[in-house]
C-alpha cells in the first residue's frame, strides 16, 4: 500500500523557517514533489525533485527561499522554507509520480498525502 505522510507544519512568524518532511513508502516513485493549497484557491505546484539524480524544480514565487531535498535511505523528501512570508500560508501537500518529467501541474501526480498546514504570521 502506498503512503505519504507529510510532518512538520506549523505556525510561524515572517520571515521565519520550517522544514516539511514526507517519508514514502509501498512502491518506490521516479519524481517528488510539493504542492500547496490555500482557502479557496487551486492547489499551485512548489518544487519538485528527480529521486534518481536530484534534479530539482522550483516555482519562481519560491525561487532563493525553499529548497528540495531527498533521502534515498530513508525514502524521505524535505522541503526547507526560509524567510517565509505571509502568502506562503497553505496547506502543503506531498505528491508522488513515476513518470520522469518534473511536473508542475497536479494532475500529473498519481499518489498524495494528507497534507501539513503551514501558517505564517504579519
Known amino acids: 500500500q502506498v503512503q505519504l505522510v507529510e510532518s512538520g507544519g506549523g505556525l510561524v512568524q515572517a520571515g521565519g523557517s520550517l522544514r516539511l518532511s514526507c517519508v514514502a513508502s509501498g512502491r518506490t516513485f521516479s519524481v517528488m514533489g510539493w504542492f500547496r493549497q490555500a482557502p479557496g484557491k487551486e492547489r499551485e505546484f512548489v518544487s519538485a525533485?528527480?529521486?534518481?539524480?536530484?534534479?530539482?524544480r522550483y516555482a519562481d514565487s519560491v525561487k532563493g527561499r525553499f529548497t528540495i531535498s531527498r533521502d534515498n535511505v530513508k525514502n524521505t523528501v524535505f522541503l526547507q522554507m526560509n524567510s517565509l512570508k505571509p502568502e506562503d500560508t497553505a496547506v502543503y501537500y506531498c505528491g508522488a509520480r513515476r513518470v520522469l518529467i518534473l511536473g508542475a501541474a497536479p494532475e500529473g501526480y498519481d499518489y498524495w498525502g494528507q497534507g501539513t498546514q503551514v501558517t505564517v504570521s504579519s
Open positions: 525533485i528527480r529521486w534518481s539524480t536530484g534534479t530539482t
